[in-house]
């Protein structure tokens, strides 16, 4: 079972974004790494998630995805390819994860993320 585990939120102004949110909502904002601020929303004691802010790419410059983790992200991929989702961005490879971008058959964008 996929289970939610974080949310990005693209802007084209993601210090301006990241400012804005640890102002009104009191979230804490990790030094940006490749471009990208993250995010802690609250106690991890408590019932919630955490995410991050980057500067939203030519294919998604705005708006919030949810990170949805899977055992086997080409699994995923597959299964999503076969009932209907389109790739954005195919599977990536980062130093504790591998991530790619997808959208739904009715436009809503997600991302899918297997940790190494």
Known sequence: ???????????????????????????EIATPH???????TGDDKKLGINGGIGKGPHDFPFGTRIQIEVDSIDEAISKAKESGAIIVRDKMEFDEFYLAYMVDPTGLGFGIIQNK
């Not at 993601?14 to 979230?27: I, L």
């Not at 490749?34 to 802690?40: G, I, K, M």
């Open 34 to 40: 490749w471009n990208y601020w993250a995010l802690t």
């Open 1 to 27: 079972m996929g289970r939610v585990i974080g949310f990005e939120l693209n802007s084209q102004e993601p210090e301006k974004a990241a400012e804005f949110y640890a102002k009104v909502f009191g979230w």
